[in-house]
């Protein structure tokens, strides 16, 4: 049948035809279509690692700068805490070094009132001796103005003698 | 929806051509048996699928008053006298129609051309033969090889097009065109040759993928337009692409291919019936690329003739009606055959290629379980 016979005339120009066209088409269109194909693919790869790179970047820096920070606030938690205690050692020296200060001063004070209040008890004394001798003086001078008197005090003084 | 608007007035095209025609004919069956014959919905649709020797678009009117709109081809005949070249308006003229009753009743249509050189060539079913015997190989411009050249001319000017777009937009978005063809590139390119072939090899098949892609793609829709010539359902041009096919297949096998064909993994007795087979299976692998693209077009372009010969055969409107409907109907079918068709070409083309470049052995044997 006609149908199913290769014309050969058609054969023929159909053969140099597709190998022109298949050798045109590829040197001067599916190479730079194919290239230019892979080399966008590529760019946009680059760019798409380079992002993810970048973002890996950005998280380990977030992390780093998480890190920095909560070691800086241990830090911070730290010395606070020192200078907490520091300074509570600080008062409660203070408090017990005042105290015995104020102890020791006290019991100074008190020395010295005791002191005081026996070198005034003395002088008290003393005055109050020599008054009483200044008083007996004028009483004796008194007393012993009369005759009787005198003779008084002496019969007493024996008497306190005797006694003894 | 741009597309499918364009087919209806493609077919409205189709269909007013075959009208013409149609008319033509009936008209004669109407007046009376003078010579003509009535209308032959077999031979119209022959005449239509097959190739021919100028590029007919229409007839109007009859007989000798005729005009027939066509646009005349170059013949390009070499016999054993030398090469003859002349226009196909020599042949088809009315005054070179001869008719004659063959010897089983049926009736011969031929033209004879009489060359001033004295030769004398008589053309038979688009055939050209000397009168009285001679060698003749005949190189003409028909219509199928300038629709080719057509076809070449508007590839070429489509991919050229789409390529500098690689060059003016390098790096950026792709536009128009390139836009357009991209997605089909790049579908061939990582669903057909990079699945099939794998990484490794598909590279250097990808031009040869693209090219029979897009020429029969191209081919089989211009096939579709009113006074389009059936190339891609012609079999010299199937035959021609599923060669290419194979030549490339043979040459690209690697040891495991011919292995796998020499000496399949089976015990040596089994090789005689294996062995045959797988031989044979080389040829009927390229053998059947070339009839299905040729069957599909073929009787798709069958179809849509058969459907708007009922209107002339059974010459009724009502008819008219239907077939318009279903004809309508089959061109889109047909259209979705076009890039279907040139799918199926390129995707047995990698697949065969896969197998000729396939390397690991293993894979192979699972190949072979799968037959």
Not at chain 1, 125 to 150: T, Y
Not at chain 2, 101 to 122: C, I, L, M, Q, W
Not at chain 2, 322 to 347: G, K, R
Request: aromatic share 10%.
């Amino acid at each position: 049948m006609n149908l199913v016979t290769p014309d050969f005339g058609l054969l023929f120009w159909q053969t140099i035809t597709f190998i022109v066209l298949f050798v045109v088409l590829s040197k001067f269109v599916w190479k730079p279509i194919m290239d230019g194909l892979n080399a966008r693919e590529k760019t946009i790869s680059d760019a798409l690692s380079q992002a993810e790179k970048a973002r890996q970047e950005m998280q380990r820096l977030t992390n780093d700068n998480q890190k920095l920070l909560d070691e800086a606030r241990a830090e911070r938690d730290k010395i606070l805490k020192t200078a907490q205690k520091t300074a509570d050692e600080l008062r409660e020296d203070a408090k017990a070094k005042t105290n015995i200060e104020v102890n020791k001063m006290l019991e100074d004070a008190r020395k010295l009132i005791d002191s005081e209040k026996k070198n005034a008890i003395d002088q008290i004394k003393a005055q109050i001796a020599s008054l009483s001798i200044d008083v007996a003086e004028i009483i004796l001078k008194k007393e012993l103005s009369q005759k009787e008197s005198q003779k008084q005090l002496v019969s007493d003084l024996v008497r306190d003698l005797k006694i003894n | 929806m741009l597309f499918v608007l364009n087919t209806n007035v493609v077919l409205a095209q189709h269909e007013g051509h075959d009208h013409k025609e149609g008319e033509h004919k009936t008209e004669h069956h109407a007046e009376g048996e003078h010579h003509k014959e009535a209308f032959d919905p077999g031979k119209m649709i022959m005449h239509h699928i097959a190739d021919a020797h100028e590029w007919h678009f229409a007839t109007i009117g009859e007989g000798k008053n005729a005009t027939h709109i066509s646009l005349p081809l170059p013949v390009i005949l070499y016999t054993d006298k030398g090469l003859d070249i002349f226009f196909s308006t020599e042949v088809y003229k009315h005054e070179n129609e001869g008719h004659y009753k063959k010897a089983d009743g049926t009736s011969v249509h031929t033209f004879n051309v009489k060359r001033p050189s004295g030769v004398e060539y008589v053309l038979q079913d688009e055939k050209f033969n000397i009168k009285g015997g001679g060698f003749i190989l005949d190189f003409s411009i028909t219509k199928n090889v300038a629709s080719l050249f057509v076809s070449v001319i508007l590839l070429l000017y489509v991919f050229f097009n789409v390529a500098k777009g690689y060059k003016t937009n390098a790096g950026k978005a792709p536009k128009g065109m390139q836009a357009f063809f991209e997605p089909i590139v790049e579908f061939i390119r990582d669903d057909i040759a990079k699945k099939n072939i794998g990484e490794k090899h598909y590279a250097k098949f990808m031009p040869y993928l693209l090219t029979i892609f897009f020429f029969i793609w191209f081919n089989n829709l211009l096939g579709l337009l009113p006074g389009g010539a059936n190339l891609t359902g012609n079999i010299a041009v199937t035959l021609m692409l599923a060669t290419c096919t194979f030549v490339i297949t043979t040459i690209s096998g690697n040891k495991y291919y011919w292995g796998h064909i020499f000496a399949p993994p089976v015990p040596p007795l089994l090789w005689i019936i294996l062995i045959p087979i797988e031989i044979v299976g080389l040829f009927v692998k390229p053998f059947s690329l070339m009839i299905r693209l040729f069957a599909n077009i073929t009787a798709g372009h069958i179809m849509i003739l058969s459907l708007l010969s009922l209107i002339f055969y059974f010459q009724a409107w009502q008819v008219g009606i239907v077939s318009v409907l279903f004809a309508v109907a089959m061109n889109c079918l047909e259209l979705f055959v076009a890039i279907l068709q040139a799918y199926v070409f390129t995707l047995l083309s990698s697949m065969y290629f896969g197998s000729a470049v396939e390397e690991h052995h293993h894979e192979e044997h699972h190949h072979e379980a799968h037959h």
